[in-house]
């Protein structure tokens, strides 16, 4: 299961489990993340969960900027389009999200620590 961890201040605040599907992001109430920040658009970004082409039991998770005004950032990098994996870190105005992937293999995360 893919899961984004919201961080706050360094410490995961709460989870939300991905489906496969659209997921959008924005200030909107129409959003299915809705963030409370000026700095975030109406229709900000969205993330996209489809089956693997490889292996069809996971998924792929891909994150799309909509034009933001702000910009959507992974790994403090701004995208418009990118590919996401486990342990990547996004950014959208002030909120910050972190992608879990239980089928990662790579372990699992308690806390989130700041890269340095």
Do not use: C, W
Not at 33 to 41: A, F, I, R
Request: negative net charge; charged residues 25%; glycine residues 10%.
């Amino acid at each position: 299961m893919i899961k984004l961890k919201h961080i706050v201040h360094g410490a995961i605040v709460s989870e939300i489990d991905m489906d496969e599907g659209a997921f959008s992001i924005g200030r909107n109430h129409d959003n299915d993340l809705q963030l409370d920040d000026g700095v975030v658009s109406g229709k900000h970004a969205i993330l996209t969960l489809a089956a693997s082409e490889f292996l069809p039991e996971q998924l792929d998770i891909t994150i799309k900027d909509l034009g933001s005004t702000n910009g959507t950032y992974v790994n403090g990098q701004a995208i418009e389009k990118k590919s996401l994996r486990h342990g990547d870190l996004i950014r959208i105005g002030t909120y910050e999200y972190k992608v879990y992937d239980d089928q990662s293999h790579v372990g699992t995360q308690t806390e989130y620590i700041p890269e340095q």
